[in-house]
C-alpha cells in the first residue's frame, strides 16, 4: 500500500515543484514558499473529515511529544521549501530538486536513534545509490575542489536535512496519536500545514502591511501550487506513519522521471550525459530498496 502511496505523493511533487518553481520567480521566495500550506489547508482539511467518518477519530497519547515534533516539522519544511527555491535560482531546477534528495540517506541516520527502525542490507544499498546518484547528476567534477563554495551546493543539502528532519519529525508526531494511522497522518498533515500557514501569512503580511497580501498575487498559480501539494503531502505523511520515511524519500527518488522532464521540457535547461547516468543509478536505488521491502 505504502507503495502505491508515495508513488502517487512523488507524481503530484514532481508537478507541484515545477510550478512552485515559476511562482517564486514571478512573487518571490516568501509566497512561494507560503502557497503550499496556506492554499493546500482546505483541502487537506475535507480530508481530514472523510478519514474522520471512514477510519475514526484519534487521541492524542502524548501531547508534549505530539507538539513538539509536529512543530518542528512545520519550521523545519519550511526552511527545506525556501533552500531548494533558492538553490533553483542560484543554480538550476534539476540541480535544486536532486540535491534536495540526499534527504532519503539522512532520513536514515537520523532515524535509527529516533524511531528504532532497522533496514535490510538491500535497503541500505539502496538509499546510498540514491544519494550518489543525485550527487553524480549535480556535481561539476571539474570544479569538485570548490564545491563547498558552490552556494546551490550548499542550499541543496540544506534543504536534503531540512527534508530528512521533517520526515523523521512526521512519523514520530503520527505515531504519538491512539487510532487510526491514517487519521493520525491526517491530523499530523493539518496541524502542520496549519501552522506554516500562520507563520508565513504573519511574515508577509507584516512585511507588505497588508492584511491581504497572501491573496494578491498570482492566486490561480498559488491555488495550483496549494492543491498538489496538499495531495502530495498526503501520500507523504501517510507513507511516514506506515513504514520507515527512508524508504519512502528513497521510493520517492522516482520523482526523478520527471524533474528531468520538466527541466527539459518546461525551462529548457539540457540534460548532460553524467545526469542520465545518476538519473539511471536512482532508477536501480528505487527497484532495491522496493524489492527489499516487499514481502
Known amino acids: 500500500m505504502w507503495i502505491f502511496i508515495t508513488l502517487f505523493a512523488a507524481g503530484c511533487q514532481s508537478v507541484r515543484t515545477a510550478y512552485q ?21 482546505p483541502l487537506v482539511s475535507v480530508y481530514l473529515v472523510i478519514c474522520w467518518q471512514v477510519f475514526g477519530w484519534v487521541s ?7 507538539f513538539v515534533a ?31 534528495k540526499t ?5 536514515a541516520l537520523i532515524g535509527l536513534p529516533l524511531l528504532h527502525y532497522t533496514l535490510t542490507i538491500g535497503s541500505w544499498l539502496g538509499i546510498f545509490l540514491g544519494v550518489l546518484g543525485a550527487v553524480v547528476m549535480s556535481v561539476k567534477w571539474s570544479n569538485v575542489r570548490q564545491a563547498h563554495k558552490d552556494i546551490s551546493l550548499l542550499l ?8 530528512a528532519i521533517t520526515s523523521v519529525t512526521a512519523s514520530i508526531a503520527s505515531h504519538s496519536l491512539s487510532g487510526s494511522l491514517i487519521t493520525s497522518a491526517g491530523v499530523t498533515l493539518w496541524y502542520v500545514l496549519a501552522l506554516q500557514s500562520i507563520i508565513l501569512c504573519g511574515i508577509q503580511i507584516y512585511k ?29 505523511f501517510t507513507g511516514f506513519a506506515l513504514v520507515n520515511p527512508a524508504l519512502v524519500k528513497t521510493l520517492g527518488q522516482i520523482e526523478i522521471v520527471g524533474t528531468l ?11 548532460t550525459k553524467q545526469q542520465w547516468i545518476g538519473g539511471a543509478m536512482i532508477v536501480i536505488s528505487v527497484i532495491l530498496v522496493v524489492t527489499s521491502t516487499i514481502k
Not at 507588505?208 to 495550483?224: N, T
Request: charged share 10%.
Open 21 to 41: 518553481n515559476t511562482l517564486a520567480r514571478q512573487t518571490g521566495f516568501l509566497h512561494a514558499t507560503m502557497s503550499r500550506s496556506l492554499y493546500g489547508l
Open 60 to 66: 492524542i497519547g502524548n501531547h508534549f511529544t505530539f
Open 70 to 100: 509536529a512543530s518542528v516539522c512545520a519550521i523545519a519544511q519550511i526552511l527545506a521549501t525556501y533552500f531548494m527555491l533558492r538553490a533553483f535560482q542560484s543554480g538550476s531546477f534539476a540541480m535544486g530538486t536532486l540535491l534536495a
Open 103 to 107: 534527504e532519503a540517506v539522512l532520513a
Open 156 to 163: 541543496g543539502l540544506g534543504s536534503g536535512l531540512c527534508f
Open 208 to 236: 507588505s502591511k497588508d492584511v491581504l497580501a497572501p491573496f494578491k498575487h498570482e492566486f490561480a498559480l498559488s491555488c495550483k501550487v496549494g492543491v498538489l501539494s496538499s495531495l502530495g503531502s498526503i501520500g507523504w
Open 261 to 271: 522532464y520538466y527541466s527539459k521540457v518546461r525551462f529548457a535547461e539540457k540534460m
